[in-house]
Each structure stands twice: as C-alpha cells, then as structure tokens.
C-alpha cells in the first residue's frame, strides 16, 4: 500500500504530475492538495481505471492534515514559476513561504513520509524543508530529496540529439550533480552512458554544457509568459517518484541523482566533501536509494578538467542559495 500526495496538485506541474502518479500501478492512494481545484482534479483523476483511491481538499477545514494524513510519499511543486516582471527576489520570498507552510504541515502529519522538494529555487527550498523538520524535532535527512531529475532528463535527450538517435534518450543516463539552478547544474558528460561523437570538439561541450544548465529558460521563452517547464517536469517528477517507490517496496541498486543532505549518508558525504575540496551540508550526488530513503551517496568518480572548473564554479553559488533558505527560516521565527 502506498499513499502518495501532491501540494500543488492544480497547477501546471501539480495536474500531469498527479495523472502519472494515478497511473502508476504502485500507488494505491493518491492525496491532492491545492488552494484551488483539486476537488475536481480529484474527481476527473478518479475516473482513470488504475488502483489508486483519490481524494483532493483545500484548505478550509483542515484539507491539508486530511490530504497529508497516512501519507507515504509527498510531492511538493506548489508555488509560483518564474514570470516575466518577477524578480528573483520575489519568486523566492513567495515560494519559501508556500514552502515553509506546507512542510510545517508535513511534520505535524505524516513527519515519517519521503518528501520529495519541486519548488524552485531547489537549493533553497530544501534546505528550509530541513530547517522546519528540525524546528519540529522530526528531521532525517535519509527522507528529504530535492527533484533535479528535470536535469538528468534533459541530459539524456539532449546527447540524444547530439547522436542524433532520438530512440536512445530512454536508456542514455548522465550523471547531473551539484544543485539545481544555472551554474550549479553540473553535467558530468564524460559519464555519459553513451560516448559523445569522437572528435565533439570543447566548444560543442560547452554548448551543451550550457544547454542542459539553462534548458529551463528555452521553454519559458517558447512558452512566452505562459509559464515555465510544467510537462517535462511533470514527467521528471513521476519517474524519481516511482524509484524512490520501487526502492521503498524494496528494489536494490536503484540510483539517481538528487539534491540531499550529506548527514543522510555521513560515510558517504564525508568522502563527498573531500571528493569537492569543501565543506558543504547539501549537494546533488548520485544517491542510492533504498527503504529507508537514501541509503548511500556515491561518489561524483572522475571528472575532467573541465568538468573540475564547472563544480568550482558551482560551490560558491550553492553555499549562498543553501545559507539562504536557513536565513529565511531563522528569520520568520523572529
Ligand atoms: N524542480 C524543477 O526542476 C522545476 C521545474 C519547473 C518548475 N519548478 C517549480 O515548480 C513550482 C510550480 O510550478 P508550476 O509551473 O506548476 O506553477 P503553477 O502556478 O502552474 O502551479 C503552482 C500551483 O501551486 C499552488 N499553490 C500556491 N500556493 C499554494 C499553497 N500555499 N499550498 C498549496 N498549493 C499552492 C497554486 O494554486 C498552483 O496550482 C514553481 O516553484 C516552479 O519554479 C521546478
């Protein structure tokens, strides 16, 4: 039996997301939460002919305890996408608290669910997920993962297209590490599962180097002011979510990279930290995953000199994103 629930679940991501979840044979339960139109995103899902029961509430008369309750696994894209004429600045206030409030309600409810973090910015809103569990005295970072799964997803189309083989997306995996914004996006493509052409000269790495950490701004340009990554996301969502139930059911050797804090696996983090040369507390790695949630971090392996200078250039940005989601936390208690 697996209960899975979405925060979030009306909104661009929250709507797919939930369908592939429904249609996931694993899931017996769904719970959807939205402050607006999950009863009937509940209503049209539940028609689908696949195990899971589904129940959606709002917030009046405690709809976020209910959905939450017996929770399993819980899936967070609630907040608001990047949008023209939003700063930075504002998209984060509005989201980390979308955030705050929606984890305080995971560790009053279900404080022993996976909480699986959507909401951007990633290396931000994790962290204050943690700091609220802490708050509550219910933090074990072997549950909490942030979903840089869009990443790895992109990776693998795009050194599809690069082989021009679009058959091979499905099987080409690349290790994608660091964090989950710009330049903490770290394609590792000298790991890529299938070789990049012979030859694929340094200025074409970078190129796709580049693609793959600022995919998301191409469909919000597409989507012009529409939104931003809804549908791959929605898909990249589903398919982390499905192993971390298949390692719950438990599946072994299941890996995949994601956003975690490196206590989850103190061995492995403390080789981590010596691997990147500095004292992080969270970093996109390829986890292992297993019942209890992280079982093992791996290590990042070999990396070229190129690859060297693009962790480099992640480290510093990451700390700053890390220490501001603390900061946001420490300050609301204020
Ligand atoms: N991790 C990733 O790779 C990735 C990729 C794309 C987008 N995102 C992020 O996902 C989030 C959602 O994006 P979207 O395009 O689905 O946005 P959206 O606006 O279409 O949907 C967001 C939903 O969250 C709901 N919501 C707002 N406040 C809420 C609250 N307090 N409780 C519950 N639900 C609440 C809204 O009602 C809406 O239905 C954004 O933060 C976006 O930046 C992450």
């Given at each position: 039996?697996?209960?899975?629930?979405?925060?979030?679940?009306?909104?661009?991501?929250?709507?797919?997301?939930?369908?592939?979840?429904?249609?996931?044979?694993?899931?017996?339960?769904?719970?959807?939460?939205?402050?607006?139109?999950?009863?009937?995103v509940a209503a049209d899902l539940s028609h689908i002919s696949t195990p899971a029961k589904v129940v959606g509430y709002l917030p009046p008369d405690d709809g976020l305890a209910k959905t939450l309750q017996g929770a399993d696994i819980v899936v967070i894209p609630a907040g608001v996408p990047r949008k023209p004429g939003l700063t930075r600045d504002d998209l984060f206030k509005i989201n980390a608290g979308i955030v705050r409030?929606?984890?305080?309600?995971?560790?009053?409810?279900?404080?022993?669910?996976?909480?699986?973090?959507?909401?951007?910015?990633?290396?931000?809103?994790?962290?204050?997920?943690?700091?609220?569990f802490k708050q509550h005295g219910v933090f074990e970072p072997k549950r909490l993962f942030g979903v840089t799964t869009l990443d790895v997803v992109r990776a693998s189309t795009f050194v599809a297209e690069v082989l021009g083989d679009l058959g091979k997306a499905p099987s080409i995996s690349v290790p994608v590490v660091g964090g989950h914004s710009g330049v903490t996006i770290v394609p590792l493509l000298s790991q890529s599962s299938a070789a990049l052409p012979s030859g694929f000269a340094q200025g074409d790495l970078e190129k796709l180097t580049n693609r793959i950490q600022y995919g998301g701004d191409e469909v919000v340009k597409a989507k012009d002011g529409a939104g931003s990554a809804t549908l791959s996301m929605a898909y990249a969502g589903a398919e982390f979510a499905s192993k971390v139930i298949r390692a719950i059911k438990g599946e072994k050797g299941i890996v995949a990279p994601t956003f975690v804090h490196l206590a989850s696996d103190p061995a492995g983090g403390e080789a981590l930290k010596k691997e990147i040369g500095k004292e992080l507390e969270y970093f996109s790695a390829p986890v292992e995953l297993g019942p209890e949630g992280v079982a093992s971090i791996k290590p990042l392996g070999k990396l070229t000199d190129y690859e060297k200078t693009l962790v480099e250039a992640a480290l510093p940005e990451l700390a700053t994103n890390v220490e501001k989601g603390v900061t946001f936390i420490s300050a609301s208690k204020l």
């Open positions: 039996m697996v209960k899975a629930v979405v925060l979030g679940a009306a909104g661009g991501i929250g709507q797919p997301l939930s369908l592939l979840l429904k249609t996931n044979p694993s899931v017996t339960e769904l719970g959807l939460y939205d402050i607006v139109n999950t009863p009937g409030d929606l984890a305080t309600g995971i560790a009053k409810t279900a404080p022993k669910a996976f909480v699986l973090v959507i909401s951007n910015p990633v290396n931000s809103t994790v962290p204050i997920v943690a700091e609220i």
